[in-house]
Structures are given as C-alpha cells and as structure tokens.
C-alpha cells in the first residue's frame, strides 16, 4: 500500500537559514501532496498543495517542490524565525476527489535564536 | 465563522463506559473525518464522511462508531472505551470539490481511558 514517509523526525537549524524537510511515498505518484503546520496542543493548518504536474509552489517564505522521478516532496522555510517552530506534516492524496488524506508522521522543526 | 468545533476538549474514562466526541462545522463543507493522533504514529484516519447519510472506514475504525445525519455534525462514538483508544482525536472538514481540498481542522479532544 501506499506510504508517505517523513524520515527526520526532528531538525534544528539556526535563525536565519533556510530549513529543508523531505517527504518521501512509495509506490505510484499521488496527484496531490499537501502540507501542513501543527503547534502543540493545536489541531494541524492547511499550508500548501502542490500537484503532481507542478514542479514547485511558493508562498511567502514557504517554497514545496515534488520530484516524481524521486517520488519526494521537499519543503522549504527561507530567513526562518524561532516562530516557524512547529511540527511539520506532509500528506498524500491518491486522485482529484475528496479521497481521505494519508498523513506522515511529521517532523518537528526547532529554529534557534 | 467558528470553524471546526470540537467538544470536550479533554475528557477521563473508566475501561468500559461509553461516550461521544462532538464535531461541528458551520462551512457547509461536504466532507469530514476524525483522526487520532498518537506519538510516533502521526494522525491515522478513523472515519470519514463524503455528505449526510454517507460514511465509510478508515484506517483504523475498530471501536468506533459514526454517523452523519446533517451536514454540520459528525459524532465519533466509543462504544467500550479501552485504554488503547487514549489519544488527542481530530476532527476536519474539506469543501467538496475544492481544488485545494484543503482540511479545515478542530482543536482536538484528548481523550484518557483508565
């Protein structure tokens, strides 16, 4: 079955550098991968998606590329700040409906002053 | 708009007894579904909805009971609460057809069983 796999489950970088998180899936390509952003204690927010046929999507300081030869996603955070702390998950959509979303497990990025 | 609302946000019980998690959302949205969220599990899907008077199964749907008899509310049932089932429960909610399907998600019910 299909797996959407986050393998750093937590990273620290310094304030200021750009903090790159990888999602991996097995199997086929899904058309969608979305990406979230969860504070403790709070339920997940919608950031990004990025389909199958788009290379890359920037919002912000936030940029999501999707690599089908590689089959992985990569999220990126440029100049981050203490405040982009959080846990970060990535999720897989197999088609176009509203088919349930699979998520990862996440990575919880720290960022140091 | 609230959003997606979630009740009790915490809650004990014995093994045994039985309860209901509330979920509500006034976005009109189509679609919703409850997760747990264990650590190192991340959020596994229980059950889902595409509109009122239709659910099906996710991942793990053992123990737990659902219905959707209106658009806004989607109730996640426990039956027989087991210790296993100890775990903070999402709520969301997508707008059917959206091309972002977006999930608007609830703050959570964490939720202990003794």
């Known amino acids: 079955s299909q797996k959407i796999e986050q393998n750093s489950e937590a990273l620290n970088i310094q304030e200021g550098k750009t903090a790159t998180l990888t999602c991996n899936y097995t199997?086929?390509?899904?058309?969608?991968l979305q990406w979230y952003r969860q504070d403790p204690g709070r339920g997940p927010v919608f950031l990004l998606l990025?389909?199958?046929?788009?290379k890359e999507k920037r919002k912000e300081r936030l940029k999501v590329t999707f690599d089908t030869t590689l089959k992985q996603s990569l999220f990126h955070i440029t100049a981050s700040q203490p405040a982009d702390s959080a846990t970060y998950l990535c999720a897989h959509q197999p088609d176009s409906g509203n088919t349930p979303l699979v998520f990862g497990k996440g990575t919880r990025l720290s960022v140091i002053a | 708009n609230a959003g997606v609302t979630q009740t009790p946000k915490f809650q004990v019980l014995k093994t045994g007894q039985s309860m209901t998690l509330q979920c509500a959302q006034d976005?009109?949205?189509?679609?919703m579904s409850w997760y747990r969220q264990d650590p190192g599990m991340g959020l596994r899907l229980i059950h889902y909805s595409v509109g009122a008077g239709i659910t099906d199964q996710g991942e793990v749907p053992n123990g737990y009971n659902v219905s959707r008899s209106t658009t806004e509310d989607f109730p996640l049932r426990l039956l027989s609460a087991a210790p296993s089932q100890t775990s903070v429960y999402f709520c969301a909610s997508s707008p059917w057809g959206s091309p972002n399907n977006e999930q608007f998600f609830g703050p959570g019910t964490r939720l202990t069983v003794l």
């Open positions: 990025i389909r199958e046929n788009e």
């Open positions: 976005m009109n949205h189509e679609y």
């Open positions: 199997n086929y390509s899904p058309a969608y």
